[in-house]
C-alpha cells in the first residue's frame, strides 16, 4: 500500500512538473514570436531605409544668394532627401505638391499672392504657418522642424532667414532659378529637375515637365506661328495706384512672349519695375494684363477703367482687360496654364 502511495505521489508531480514546464513553454513562445514580429518589422523598416539611402546619389547644388543682398553663391550637398520642407508662398508649395512630395513637408504658406488656379487636395493637408502676407518668425520655422526652406532670395536676406541662421539650425536653403530677373520657362524646367534629384523623384519631376511643354506646344500650334512675329503689346498691371508695378522681362516676360504677347516694357533690363501712368499712355498697349494676387481683379479692373489717364489707351477703349493668377505668372506649377489662360485671351477667336 505504501508503495503505491509512493507511486501515485511520484506521479502527481511529474504531471505537475509537465504541465507548469508547458505553461511556461507556451509563454515564452507567444513572447518570443511577438518579439520576433517586432525585429522584423524593425529590420524590414531599416532594410528599406539603407536601400533608399544605399540608393541615394548626393547631390550638390549651388544657392545663388545674390539679389538678397548677401552676393554669396552657396554650396549645398543633400545625401538623403529632406523631411521637413518649409514653401515660402504658394508658388513654391506648388512645386511639391505637384511632385506628390507632400509627406516631406512641414508647413508651408500662402504669401501675398495665392495660387487660386491650382488645384491640389494636399493644400488642405499640410499645415500653414504665418500670417496673411506668408511672414514667420524664426521660432515658428524651427518649431514645425524645418530642414529645407525654399523661398525668394530676399527669404534668405538679413533681415528674415540668412546663411548664419540656417546653417546653425540645419536648414538648407533654396531659391528657385524661376526668380531670377532674366528666367524662362528652361528655368521652371531646371528647377523641376533639381528639386527632383534632391528629393529622388526624378521620373515624376520629368513627366511634369513633359506635360509642360505639351501644353506649350499646344498653345503654340492653336495661336499659329504669326502670333509670334508680331506678338500682341500688353501692360501688366500688378499693383500700384500712383506709380505702377509691372513686369518686364523674366518669368512674366517669357509667359507672355509665349502666349503671344510681349510686355510694353520689354526694353527695362530686369523681371519687375515701376513706372509711369504717362509711359504706360505713351506706349498704348492693346491689352492690359491685371495680375490677381487673392481675388482682388474686379477692383483692379474697376480702378483702370475709371483712371482718367487711361482713357484713350486701345485696351481701355476697346476693353481688353482681363487677368491671370499672380503666383503662376512668377513660375510655378501652373506657368504652363497660364500661358494658355493669357493666350486665349490675347487670340479668343483661335480657341473657339
Not at 180 to 203: P, W
Not at 300 to 309: D, G, H, I, T, V
Request: aromatic letters at 10%; a negative charge; glycine letters at 6%.
Amino acid at each position: 500500500m505504501k508503495r503505491i502511495l509512493a507511486l501515485l505521489t511520484v506521479l502527481v508531480l511529474i504531471f505537475s512538473v509537465t504541465g507548469c514546464s508547458s505553461e511556461q513553454t507556451t509563454t515564452q513562445d507567444t513572447t518570443t514570436k511577438d518579439e520576433t514580429t517586432t525585429v522584423e518589422t524593425t529590420t524590414e523598416a531599416k532594410a528599406e531605409n539603407t536601400t533608399t539611402a544605399s540608393s541615394y546619389e548626393p547631390v550638390t547644388i549651388i544657392v545663388d544668394l545674390a539679389r538678397s543682398g548677401l552676393g554669396d553663391k552657396v554650396e549645398q550637398t543633400f545625401t538623403a532627401p529632406p523631411t521637413g520642407v518649409v514653401a515660402k508662398g504658394d508658388q513654391m508649395a506648388d512645386y511639391f505638391f505637384d511632385l506628390g512630395l507632400e509627406n516631406n513637408m512641414a508647413a508651408y504658406t500662402h504669401g501675398s499672392c495665392w495660387s487660386s488656379v491650382s488645384q491640389f487636395p494636399a493644400r488642405d493637408v499640410v499645415p500653414l504657418i504665418g500670417d496673411a502676407q506668408g511672414k514667420f518668425t524664426k521660432e515658428q520655422l524651427l518649431e514645425v522642424g524645418c530642414d529645407f526652406l525654399m523661398g525668394w532670395d530676399s527669404t534668405f536676406s538679413d533681415k528674415n532667414f540668412n546663411r548664419e541662421f540656417c546653417e546653425a539650425n540645419g536648414i538648407a536653403m533654396y531659391t528657385p532659378y524661376c526668380a531670377r530677373d532674366f528666367a524662362t520657362f528652361e528655368d521652371i524646367y531646371k528647377d523641376y529637375e533639381t528639386l527632383g534629384k534632391i528629393f529622388a523623384v526624378e521620373d515624376v519631376a520629368a513627366a511634369r515637365i513633359d506635360a509642360m511643354k505639351a501644353k506649350l506646344e499646344e498653345v503654340r500650334t492653336t495661336i499659329g506661328e504669326e502670333a509670334y512675329k508680331n506678338p500682341v503689346n500688353v501692360f501688366v498691371f500688378d499693383s500700384g495706384e500712383d506709380t505702377p508695378f509691372t513686369a518686364c522681362q523674366g518669368m512674366p516676360g517669357d509667359i507672355l512672349k509665349l502666349a503671344g504677347g510681349i510686355s510694353i516694357f520689354d526694353d527695362i533690363e530686369k523681371g519687375w519695375s515701376r513706372v509711369s501712368w504717362e509711359q504706360v499712355v505713351e506706349r498704348n498697349p492693346e491689352v492690359i494684363l491685371i495680375l490677381d494676387y487673392h481675388n482682388e481683379t474686379d477692383e483692379k479692373m474697376e480702378f483702370l477703367y475709371n483712371n482718367p489717364s487711361l482713357v484713350n489707351v486701345d485696351a481701355i477703349k476697346n476693353k481688353r482687360v482681363f487677368a491671370a493668377n499672380c503666383a503662376d505668372m512668377q513660375g510655378s506649377a501652373g506657368s504652363a496654364g497660364t500661358v494658355e489662360i493669357i493666350a486665349k485671351g490675347l487670340y479668343p477667336d483661335k480657341f473657339k
